[in-house]
Antibody
Framework: QITLKESGPTLVKPTETLTLTCTFS??????????VAWIRQPPLKALEWLAL???????HYSPALKSRLSITKDTSKNQVVLTMTNMDPEDTASYFC?????????????WGQGVLVAVSS | SSELTQDPAVSVALGQTARITCQGD??????ASWYQQKAGQAPVLVIY???SRPSGIPDRFSGSISGDTATLTITGAQAEDEADYYC?????????????FGGGTKLTVL
């Protein structure tokens, strides 16, 4: 069974750095040809892809947020970590991690439950 | 960069066929995948790689593509299908390949 779970602060202050951890089980990010992505969703708004990291450490970022994001993996802990700098109230959202499967196309086959992060002073 | 465009809302009578579309240039090169999101829950993959269904997804869900438009079809819509639906694909426009999501469609089952 594949599971993913997000963890991190539920409240951050403006200008602070957000660090979120995705802990997963049921697959290997070191050898299986998969990836892990972060996606966010502001309240009552659409999904927005943020970043993804593949099993071979290839990384991709949303062009709109690239300067503020970093994604890393720790295969020994089965974790993927997302950091987002200079947080703003507009970054208030539910943050999801998801497993990425791909061929020529790409899809998110399993999602975590999400963590709601509020940005407020 | 490219965009994926979805109608904000679609309604369907119980037991009838619902069609939700997703339009974008990237769909000429990459298949769309589709996600169902019910209120307060994480999205769930319902269609991937053009028209494949994950285990546990009813066969009333199907996908198709024509030109730059992908369609999610729900044949015989049920009350439990009322949800938001999102499409996604790779983005074909950027040198650094990345991912697109549509703006979502709220499906109401009448």
């Amino acid at each position: 069974q594949i599971t993913l779970k997000e963890s991190g602060p539920t409240l951050v202050k403006p200008t602070e750095t957000l660090t979120l951890t995705c802990t997963f089980s049921g697959f290997l990010l070191s050898s299986d040809e998969v990836g892990v992505a972060w996606i966010r969703q502001p309240p009552l708004k659409a999904l927005e892809w943020l970043a993804l990291i593949y099993w071979d450490d290839e990384r991709h970022y949303s062009p709109a947020l690239k300067s503020r994001l970093s994604i890393t993996k720790d295969t020994s802990k089965n974790q993927v970590v997302l950091t987002m700098t200079n947080m703003d109230p507009e970054d208030t959202a539910s943050y999801f991690c998801a497993r990425v499967t791909y061929s020529r196309s790409l899809w998110f086959d399993t999602w975590g439950q999400g963590v709601l992060v509020a940005v407020s002073s | 960069s490219s965009e994926l465009t979805q109608d904000p809302a679609v309604s369907v009578a119980l037991g009838q066929t619902a069609r939700i579309t997703c339009q974008g240039d990237s769909l000429r090169y990459y298949y769309a995948s589709w996600y169902q999101q019910k209120a307060g829950q994480a999205p769930v993959l319902v269609i991937y790689d053009k028209n494949s269904r994950p285990s546990g997804i009813p066969d009333r869900f199907s996908g198709s593509i024509s030109g730059d438009t992908a369609t999610l079809t729900i044949t015989g819509a049920q009350a439990e299908d009322e949800a938001d639906y999102y499409c996604n694909s790779r983005d074909s426009s950027a040198n650094d390949p990345h991912v697109l999501f549509g703006g979502g469609t709220k499906l109401t089952v009448l």
